[in-house]
């Protein structure tokens, strides 16, 4: 009998990226006369589709279905399948569904609220491995993509989930985190910091011009300052708010409201025990706040896609 040989392909999911917001792309994808691919959030937010955004090509955008195809054939396995999940779905589906996954697992601030985990989370790149088996005719055998679920992976991956959760109770275990938000709209894709291990919030990044475009954050975690990456567009003006060693913020307020037909944050104000910075953005619509009622802001979570469509916070208290 003749052994079936595999062929690994790579896929690089840098290169699946929205050329507007970089975000991770979904169907359904459109593009412009040069090759140019945006998502339909950036494309139904486009004034002008007439031309494009990058390359001014006077030429209207198109769907894109090769693409399409590609993004439907890459496939990726819950995080949660050391726990019995056994879901396997496009990669763009699979932050949804970690979000309400039965299997997934409680944080550690007590909430019941269900953690999905990061998309590239068990990853050792960026990149994700299809393993493709070329069968002979005469031979009968199973296929699966993705050969690294096996036991031994399963059993590894339940261990560094033990390992990080038994981490985070022990520094968590005389101030919880408690979850507050988001405000704003339904809109975009939903992003969360990882509380594990955060000390502090050293400094945080808005763009900003008639609406909050997007923001990042700076920290420190286990004694490292990190930076998450860009929530939202590239658009508007770049503000830093920097926070003074023994600063830390208190409040965050705003307002959220309808702009150009969609429900996005409007502006922004970070209040810390010291000082108010902004606001960011433009006050219209509906004002919201998230106090941290004598605890400290150490972290975000939200929804963005060409703009932030609504922001929360975690709260350390004690």
Known sequence: MKAAVATDVTVDLAGLDCTLCLDLLR???????????????????????????????????????????????????????????MAKMPYYEIQDHEMNCLKGFCDFSGSNIVQSMPLHHGLPTDCYTLVIPKVSPSVRMNISINNHESKIGNREDKRMHDKKTSNCDNKSSTRSVVKMGPCGGGGGNAWKMDMCGINRIVKVVVRHGTAVDAMSVFYEQEGQEKKTKLWGGTGGKRSEICLKPGEYLTSVKGHYGLYNNWFVIRSLTFVSNRRNFGPYGKEEGSPFKLPATGGKIIGFHGRSGGLLDALGTYVKMG
């Open 27 to 85: 169907p359904p994808v459109f593009q412009c006369a040069a090759g140019h691919v945006i998502c339909s959030t950036c494309y139904e937010k486009l004034l002008e589709k007439d031309y494009c955004q990058l390359c001014s090509v006077s030429a209207s955008y198109s769907r894109c279905f090769a693409v399409e195809r590609v993004l439907q054939s890459v496939k990726v396995r819950c995080s949660n399948a050391g726990y019995g999940c």
